[in-house]
């Protein structure tokens, strides 16, 4: 009784309070007073919406229980580049996919273009100049789509073929894909870092899958080989690069990671092409760019301390400076400076080994290089070291070069401020007018032993200059080494129709053997692949920590011993490509070797091997290499030995 009494009381309360209310609403609806009659205070206090209420059942949101690559792997929710901001940081993807966003119209509108006209974007000037071709690209589809859907076979086509593929994967059709990345991108492929992920690197590099990843390759994309500034599209360098890291070295291909790291470009027409996926401001400068890569270096090895950092294509006003930055504190070197260089030296020794010269008549060369920029230079630096190894002093053998940039000959009369410190050593002791001098007139003047090309600035060396070498040489050693092939400062048939078929002849693209009357003469690939694949793996299994100037010299030194006699003979200076696996295992080999003699051997594995013999370290070294075959497949619930 109690009980329904209490119930009773609460429900006359409660139609008190609600008559209240009704009498005060009452009372603000119909009050004389406070002016709350006013029609226009009365719709700002009581006004409803102005549109009715009709609740849309469409599907606005979907529920994805992925995240990170297997997003961006799923069909179904896959948005490419068209996932916004938030949502890549809420999936995980950030990183994983171009810092650009575009529209599902703009993507639309790319796959038409595809539909209806192809994917070639060749330039014809540049087929007729030797570089890449429609053959070319098709192979290169094929290879990349190959290599979407099994990598694994990819790189078993690619090791069996590697003298026919490597210039498709790599050096030229490579500097084609980075011209046209931004039209070509189908699937991410590497990681993408930029200004606008500042102070977020360390958490955003936890988005790369992989748990332990032994090499990265990275550009900030400002002068992809002889292209200049491709921002973002440079990434398709370091993913070329790699390619070769994992079929000529043997680093597993699921333990790599390609980088690019956009500050914006310089490159107006790219900054304005619809398609463009990168920052479109222009390039960060100064403390700015340093504090980006600063923190990408740090996020990097912060999570995989004991991994190769390989910096690729950086213009020359950074690249020497970021080098020296972080080259005694990781595992870190430049392949335009001190690869090209060690490319470069080795050809040199092996050239004088086919002129029956040994390795220390280097001392006694003259060397004329076009182009200071980062290549150019790192070649004279690491020549002039060479000569140091064989006793002359840095002051002595930097005399025996003679550097041109557009403007000329670079001497002493040079004004400082147009004198990097690493070009500086090198400049000329002026006489008279040499100052700005040209190329012909250096070469008539000098008489150089050694021309070396590496100006991206196409057919420098003219059938006068080619004619000048061969008049003041027996045996003129001829290098352009400017890629893509368009870019070379001269053809191998030029090469020997002007000095009357007797140059040892290198180039940075491939190029045909040459015809000079009625015979074939043939020609080399001064291509970087025969050194950096074998020095990172040399570092990386010997835990080296640093890589330092002699390991670079000694993995120049290992490739002249592998070139057969027979091909010595006709004038090749560097091994067969085909025995690319052989060549690599050999410069890690003397890589650890010269690391043991430094103090920077930290494998005790390598140790015991290098103590047994050279071969036992060359077996030790091949166990260590991926072979790309069908292992196997045993799953694991996730978490488990991760």
Known sequence: MFVVHMHVKQIARS?????RALRFTSALTHSDGDGLHNSKTRRSFATGPTFEYEPDYSKKHDIVRKSGVDVLHDPLYNKGTGFPHAERERLGVRGLLPPGTLSMERQAARVLDDYQYGRDYIDPSHVKDGGVTKDHTRQWKVLQELQDRNETLFYKVLLDNF?????????????????????????????????NDKNEMSAMIWNWPAQEVDAVVVTDGSRILGLGDLGLNGLGISIGKLDLYCAAAGFHPGRVMPCVID?????????????????QHPRLQGDAYYEILDEFVEAVMSRWPKTVLQFEDFQLQYAHTLLQR??????VFNDDIQGTAATAL???????????????????????VLGAGSAGMGVSTMMAQGMVKHGLDFEDAAKRFWILDKNGLITRKRPDEELSEVVRPFAAIAEDDMEGEDLLSVVKRVKPT???????????FTAEVLTAMGACNERPIIFPMSNPTYRSECTSDDAQKYTG????????????????EGRKICSSQANNMYIFPGLAMGAHLGQTGVITDMMMTAAAEALPKLIPQVDLDKGVVYPRLSNIRQISQHVAMDVIKIAAEEGHLSSVKAMRALANSDEALLHWIDAHMYKPKYNSLIRLPTGVLE
């Open 501 to 516: 078929g007797r140059a040892i002849f290198a180039s940075g693209s491939p190029q045909p053997d040459a015809q000079y």
């Open 263 to 279: 500050v914006g470009t310089d490159n107006e027409a790219l900054r304005n092409d619809p398609m463009y996926m990168g920052l």
């Open 15 to 19: 139609a008190a309070d609600a008559l």
């Open 450 to 460: 050694i021309l070396i090309g590496l100006s991206g600035a196409g057919p420098l």
């Open 163 to 195: 003298s026919e593929m490597a210039p498709i994967v790599y050096t030229p059709t490579v500097g084609w894909a980075c011209l046209n990345y931004h039209k070509l991108y189908r699937r991410p492929r590497g990681m993408f870092f930029s200004a």
């Open 326 to 331: 972080y080259k005694h504190q990781h595992l």
């Open 346 to 368: 080795a050809g040199v020794y092996g050239a004088l080994k086919v002129q029956g010269k040994p390795a220390h008549s280097l001392t006694s060369q003259r060397i004329v």
